[in-house]
C-alpha cells in the first residue's frame, strides 16, 4: 500500500554507472533535434507572414529573425542558470514550482506535455510530409509510414536515450554539416547558382505594421521550441552532470542562431519568396549549391531530421513525468525506471497519445501546426519570471541585469504566447487553451487523491510498535487432491485458526455429500465450512462468512493452478482471479494467491 504514495524506487535496478547516460555531442543529438530541424520550417514561417506586404515586408525578414535570436540568446541564457538550480531536471515545472508555487508549475508542467505530445506528432507529419512529396506514390500510405516511424523511433528509445544518442548522432553532425554549407556557400556568391523562382504577386498588399510584424516574430519563434528539452533532461547526462548540460546548452544556442540568422541572410540576399509546392529551405539551398548532389543531401538530411525531431520528446518528457510522479501529480508508475536508466511508461504515454494524434489528423501536418508552439511559450514566459523571483529572492552578484535580462525575455515570450494564441485560436488553437486547464485539474485531483491516501497511512507520523492479532485464515476448497493439500498447508504456517469453506449450489446435494464423505476420509484436521448460496454466486457466499467471524484479522488463501505454458491459461475457469478481485474491493481481508506450479515438487504464495 505504501507504494502509491511512495514511488517505487527499491524495485528499479541498480545504477550501473555513467555508460548509458549522454555526453554534450550524445545530448545535441538526442535532445536538440527538435530545435536544430525547426531551421526548415522557422524561417518560412515568418517570410509567408511578411511575404502579404510583398518586397518591403520581406525586407524585415533579418530584422525579426534578429529578434528571435536574441529572444533565443535569453533564453539559452535562461536555461543555462535553470540548469544549475536546478540539476534534477524539470526546466520551467521545477522554476515554476519552486518560484511561483505549485499551481504555475502545474501549469508549466502541463504545457511542456502538450508541446511534447505535438512535437512528435508534427516532426513525424513534417518527416513523412517531405518523403512523400518526393515520391507521391507513397502519400496513400502517409499515415502507415507516421505510424512506422514513430514505432522506429520509439523502439530505439526503449533501448536508452544514450543509445538513442549514438544512433542520432550522425544524422545530426550530417544535417548541421549540410546547413552551414549552404549558408556559407551562399554568402560566398555574388548571385544564385540557379535562378530563383517568384511566385505571382498579391494584389491586395498589406501595410508593414506592428501588427504584421508581431505575427511574423510569433510564427518565427517556432524555432524555439526543444530550446528547454536540454535543462528537463539534466538527469540524463553523464557527471558532471550540470556543466555537461550547460555546455549543450548553450553549443544549442549558438548553433540554432548561426542556422536561422545565415538562412534570414540568404532569403534576402536572393530575394527569396514563398512558392506553392517547394519550400523556402529548398529554394535557398537551390540558390546556394544548385540542383546537383549537394542539394540532394541536404533535402534528404532535412527529411530525416525532421522525422528524428521527434525524439527531443523521447528525451525530455519521461524525466518530466517522472518529476510529476514524485511530487505525487501523476500516477507513481511515471517514477518507474527500467534497466538503461529508461522511463518506459514516459515513452508508452508519448507514443500512444501521439499515434492517436497522427491518425485522427490522417498525418496531415497542416492540421497538427496550429496547434503546436503555444504551449511551449506558456513555459517560456514561467521558466522567465521563476528567474526573475530567483534573482530577486537570492541576490547572488550581477542579480540585477539578470533579473532585468529574465523579466524581458519573460515579456517577450508572453507577447508571444498572447499572439500565436490568437492567431491560431481558430485553427485549432482553441483546444490547447482548453485541454491545458483540464490538465491542470486532473494533476490536481491525483494530487488530493494521493494527499488522502497519505492521511489515512498517517504519513510523516510514527506508528506505534506493531503487535501480533489472533488471525483467521480461510481457504476456499472444492475438491480432496493435492492442490487442496497444499494450500491447507501453506494455511496453517499463516494463521491461529484455519477454516476450509465450500460453497454448494441447487442441484448439486449429491457433489456436496461426496465431498464431505472425502474429506472425512482424508481427515485433514482442519475445520471444514460449508455454505449453501442459492443463486449460485462464486464471491458473495464467501464474502457473507468472512463478515461473520469474530477475528478482525483474517487472511484468504486462494489456491490455483500455474500452468507449464502460457496458452494453457486458456483452460483455465479464472476463479481465483474473480475471488481475489471481489475480496479485495469488497473486504478488508488479505488476500493471498498461491501458484501450484504443474510438475513442480512444491507451491509458491503471491
Request: aromatic content about 8%; glycine content about 8%; overall charge positive.
Amino acid at each position: 500500500m505504501s507504494s502509491l504514495l511512495t514511488p517505487a524506487r527499491a524495485q528499479e535496478p541498480p545504477d550501473t554507472g555513467d555508460r548509458h547516460r549522454l555526453t554534450v555531442v550524445g545530448g545535441l543529438a538526442a535532445l536538440s533535434l527538435d530545435a536544430m530541424a525547426s531551421v526548415a520550417y522557422g524561417p518560412e514561417a515568418i517570410v509567408l507572414v511578411l511575404a502579404l506586404a510583398g518586397g518591403a515586408g520581406l525586407g524585415f525578414t533579418i530584422p525579426v529573425t534578429l529578434t528571435i535570436a536574441a529572444l533565443l540568446g535569453v533564453l539559452t541564457f535562461s536555461y543555462r542558470q535553470v540548469i544549475a538550480a536546478f540539476p534534477d531536471g524539470g526546466g520551467a515545472y521545477g522554476v515554476a514550482k519552486a518560484y511561483l508555487g505549485r499551481r504555475a508549475g502545474l501549469v508549466a508542467g502541463a504545457s511542456l506535455i502538450v508541446d511534447y505530445v505535438l512535437n512528435v506528432a508534427v516532426s513525424v507529419a513534417a518527416g513523412v510530409a517531405a518523403l512523400t512529396s518526393a515520391f507521391p506514390a507513397l502519400l496513400p500510405y502517409t499515415v502507415w509510414i507516421c505510424l512506422a516511424v514513430l514505432a522506429l523511433v520509439t523502439a530505439i528509445n526503449l533501448k536508452g536515450i544514450a543509445h538513442s544518442a549514438r544512433a542520432f548522432i550522425v544524422p545530426t553532425v550530417i544535417y548541421i554539416g549540410a546547413i552551414l554549407l549552404v549558408i556559407v556557400a551562399g554568402l560566398v556568391r555574388t548571385e544564385p547558382v540557379t535562378a530563383v523562382e517568384h511566385a505571382a504577386q498579391a494584389q491586395n498588399l498589406q501595410t508593414v505594421g506592428v501588427l504584421l510584424l508581431l505575427k511574423a516574430f510569433a510564427n518565427g519563434c517556432a524555432s524555439l521550441t526543444g530550446v528547454e528539452a536540454i535543462a528537463n533532461a539534466v538527469p540524463s547526462f553523464r557527471k558532471p552532470r550540470v556543466r555537461r548540460a550547460q555546455h549543450a546548452e548553450v553549443a544549442l544556442g549558438a548553433l540554432l542562431a548561426v542556422m536561422l540568422i545565415g538562412i534570414a541572410a540568404l532569403i534576402e540576399k536572393f530575394a527569396i519568396a514563398p512558392v506553392d509546392g517547394v519550400t523556402v529551405l529548398a529554394q535557398v539551398t537551390q540558390a546556394s549549391l544548385g540542383d546537383g548532389p549537394l542539394f540532394y543531401l541536404v533535402q534528404f538530411s532535412t527529411v530525416i531530421l525532421l522525422a528524428l525531431a521527434a525524439n527531443t520528446s523521447f528525451g525530455g518528457l519521461p524525466v518530466l513525468a517522472q518529476l510529476l510522479a514524485t511530487d505525487n501529480n501523476l500516477p507513481h508508475f511515471f517514477a518507474l525506471r527500467a534497466d538503461r536508466h529508461v522511463h518506459r511508461y514516459g515513452i508508452a504515454f508519448l507514443t500512444v497519445t501521439s499515434a492517436v494524434l497522427l491518425i485522427v489528423a490522417q498525418g496531415d501536418m497542416n492540421l497538427l501546426v496550429p496547434l503546436f508552439a503555444i504551449g511551449v511559450f506558456v513555459g517560456f514566459t514561467l521558466s522567465q519570471a521563476g528567474m526573475v523571483r530567483h534573482w530577486i529572492t537570492d541576490r547572488p552578484a550581477g542579480w540585477k541585469w539578470r533579473a532585468a535580462l529574465n523579466g524581458f525575455g519573460a515579456l517577450l515570450t508572453f507577447v508571444a504566447a498572447i499572439v500565436v494564441t490568437i492567431s491560431k485560436f481558430t485553427e485549432g488553437g482553441w483546444l490547447i487553451v482548453v485541454t491545458m486547464p483540464l490538465m491542470v485539474l486532473a494533476m490536481e485531483w491525483v494530487n488530493r487523491s494521493y494527499a488522502r491516501i497519505g492521511e489515512r497511512l498517517e504519513l510523516g507520523r510514527t506508528p506505534v510498535p506493531p503487535r501480533p492479532r489472533r488471525s483467521l485464515v480461510v481457504v476456499p476448497v472444492h475438491a480432496v487432491n493435492r492442490l487442496t493439500c497444499e494450500a491447507l498447508a501453506a494455511a496453517l504456517s499463516l494463521g491461529d485458526r484455519v477454516v476450509a469453506v465450500n460453497v454448494t449450489y441447487p442441484g448439486d446435494e449429491r457433489e456436496a455429500q461426496r465431498f464431505v464423505e472425502d474429506w472425512e476420509r482424508w481427515h485433514p484436521d482442519v475445520e471444514l465450512v460449508q455454505v449453501f448460496d442459492a443463486h449460485r454466486r462464486l464471491d458473495a457466499p464467501l464474502i457473507e462468512y468472512i463478515r461473520s467471524v469474530p477475528e478482525a484479522h483474517v487472511f484468504v488463501l486462494v489456491a490455483e493452478v500455474e500452468p507449464e505454458h502460457a496458452w494453457q491459461r486458456v483452460l483455465q475457469n479464472q476463479r481465483g482471479a474473480v475471488l481475489a478481485r471481489a475480496l479485495r474491493r469488497r473486504t478488508d481481508t488479505v488476500v493471498c494467491r498461491m501458484r501450484f506450479r504443474v510438475g513442480a515438487r512444491t507451491a509458491s504464495a503471491a
